[in-house]
């Protein structure tokens, strides 16, 4: 899998580089209005103290409990690289070795599409704008009867945002909140890595597919980001068709190619954007070269619903490719030589309802 995606690194490292929004075209939420107008707020002092980011910190993802422990897991396992050089091939020592990944597992405001309808995106917004702040916080509570946040813990050098939902409802707001505070801090979202990868590039893809968790599909998340994404860049005309996983089918690309087909389409796919940490890339390159090896029944079966220069994305790989190469540009790897760690935090609702709307609790204080 670790050479799966190599070709794609000059477009991933342009899109790392796309991470804050260039004009602020669009309008933000009246809470970083507040943050941002008031340069004595504790909110905006903690920010600006992050004009120079500590490599010492954490790289905290923030999502449900099942999508920050698949990307945790994904992390920490990751070895694509060669680490003395940043080379493209394994060394045997894990590419995040010495860092630690701080899982803040919310579990306040999920499920996120509940929030789908227009009156509660702001609500989602602010969350993720909240959420945030929280992973540079020093402090976390130690139960959920610790109100005030008595315990330390290690603010973020790195955010990533793991569920769809928070790009789509929160990821700009943000980004507008870290760069009028001159907050340093990356944030990333996978998904929308993947998407700026297909149409930040000199080649633009328009007919394009989407393999992810059945929990997504019909939702309308998916939909809205590639729109979002397509206008940011300038594109029209752009279709996305969207399908979940079926992870007993035989061949999973073989799957998604017939679910498109009975949608009434005909026009080829140009690329598939996977967003599932649990499918292989491995895989289905394999699965692709069998649909395009015309001794094989999978070619005439599914040959024609994918273009000659069709192409395979996934979310893990970019997004652990771009994570690898942003704290090496920006010297924000630890270095220490031990095994990547996990810590997890669990964001629960607040006892109160007031103006701290939930807790970040070390997940082992947790009572169930």
Known sequence: MRRFFCALLPIL???ASCSRPQS???DTIPYVKAIAGDETSPQFLSLASFAKVPSSGDIYIIGGEESCQRLGEAFAGCDVFENARGRDWSDGLKDFAGETFSLMCDKAFTPYSDYAAEEGTEALREACVRLSLSALS????VSIYDLEGNQAKTPAKTIILSDPWLLCCGKFDVDTLFSLTSCAVPV???QDLMLSSIFA???KYFT???LCDSSYVGKGVYPKIFDSKAREHGIVGAHLFESAVD???PSLLGDFLARYAESGASAPLEALLVDDWSISGGRLAEELAVIRDYTKEESMLYG???SPDFVLLSSSDITMRTCYDLLRRTSLFTHRIIQPQLKQYTVAPHLRGIDAPFLTIPSENVQN
């Open 13 to 15: 490292l342009f899109a």
């Open 24 to 26: 602020h075209s669009r």
């Open 138 to 141: 020093d402090k976390c509570n």
């Open 188 to 190: 990333l979202s996978p």
């Open 201 to 203: 590039g000199d080649k």
């Open 208 to 210: 394009v597919g989407v």
């Open 247 to 249: 992870k007993e089918a």
């Open 304 to 306: 024609k619903l994918i």
